[in-house]
């Protein structure tokens, strides 16, 4: 079975620094995009930053500039180094894996999420 585990979050002061982890573990054939999404209260759950098997990025436009997206494939883990954080970016952030592995005899690929972690930014 696999498995995608956040951690990293909690409270900072706006200005300063968080960074998150994400691990993916179980039965993994191949770990192709990995990335962060975050979901605000009373709002929809948006992409933050993506990031390719081999290293390509993306952002979205608020973070481009503050946030930096990495990945550690020998450990299955995908980094968000988030600086310069606004209140704007208090949120659940969660970790999306999309992810090829074995279970039963047979193969599959689906997307992964975790089950989110806290940022809260004061002001």
């Known amino acids: 079975q696999v498995q995608v585990v956040e951690s990293g979050g909690g409270l900072v002061q706006a200005g300063g620094s968080l960074r998150l982890s994400c691990a993916a573990s179980?039965?993994?054939?191949?770990?192709?995009?990995m990335g962060w999404y975050r979901q605000a209260p009373g709002k929809q759950r948006d992409v933050v930053a993506l990031i390719s098997s081999g290293g390509s990025a993306n952002y979205a436009d608020s973070v481009k500039g503050r946030f930096t997206i990495s990945r550690d494939n020998a450990k299955n883990t995908v980094y968000l180094q988030m600086n310069s954080l606004k209140p704007e970016d208090t949120a659940v952030y969660y970790c999306?894996?999309?992810?090829?592995?074995?279970?039963?005899?047979?193969?599959?690929?689906?997307?992964?999420w975790g089950q989110g972690i806290q940022v809260t930014v004061s002001s």
């Open positions: 179980g039965s993994i054939l191949s770990l192709n995009d």
């Open positions: 999306y894996a999309d992810i090829g592995y074995r279970r039963s005899g047979y193969v599959g690929r689906r997307n992964y």
